[in-house]
């Protein structure tokens, strides 16, 4: 019997995109629209939120073929799950996925601001999104996580947060609140702003 070996790890390339988010690069009749385009509908539960943002590189400039997926809970705090006690998947798919704009490099998110999430022992992990970044040149996808500024008191004791052990670099996880309902989140992925990024 041949045994074979794990294939090594490569960057993502120029297809990422047509398989990912093929209306975004042009190419019609696969989906209706992108998969992890929408993430709410009218009926969802929970209070609108935008979140704009952009990947810069280690010089400053901006990624602009990068693909950022983002993680949450409901309003009530629950992930996509079937559970009962959460916003209906129909309403709610707790998952999204965008390009980056291929001339500016933002991306965007229209989704609800997520409740708080247990954390075991009965602790509770502050409201967050977390997200996952692709683009050329990256090996493996990386996460992170957006927490809110409004959020002090809970930011202050998620049990996450207070395992970063330089406590100056806890404020490239705090999103900017630029005006009701508009956040912007920018991911460094090096440099003297880095943001911290988690081994999952």
Not at 16 to 41: L, R
Not at 104 to 130: E, Y
Not at 146 to 152: H, L, R, T, V
Request: glycine share 10%; with cysteine; aromatic share 8%.
């Amino acid at each position: 019997m041949t045994k074979l070996h794990e294939s090594a790890s490569q960057t993502a390339g120029p297809y990422v995109h047509i398989g990912c988010v093929p209306n975004f690069s042009g190419i019609s009749g696969v989906y209706t629209q992108d998969v992890g385009a929408q993430m709410v509908n009218e009926n969802t539960i929970g209070d609108r939120i935008s979140i704009t943002g952009t990947v810069f590189d280690g010089t400053g400039n901006a990624l602009k073929d990068a693909m950022v997926e983002i993680w949450q809970a409901d309003a009530n705090g629950i992930h996509a799950s079937g559970d009962p006690r959460g916003d209906p998947d129909l309403n709610f798919s707790g998952w999204g996925r965008k390009a980056s704009d291929s001339e500016t490099g933002v991306w965007r998110f229209d989704t609800i601001k997520p409740g708080p999430v247990p954390h075991g022992n009965d602790r509770m992990m502050a409201p967050h999104i977390t997200f996952w970044v692709v683009a050329r040149g990256i090996n493996i996808g990386l996460h992170t996580r957006m927490y809110f500024p409004e959020e002090d008191a809970a930011n202050a004791d998620d049990p996450v947060l207070a395992r970063i052990e330089h406590k100056n670099r806890i404020s490239t996880l705090i999103a900017t609140r630029e005006s009701d309902g508009m956040y912007q989140f920018n991911i460094h992925l090096q440099g003297p702003q880095e943001t911290v990024f988690f081994d999952v």
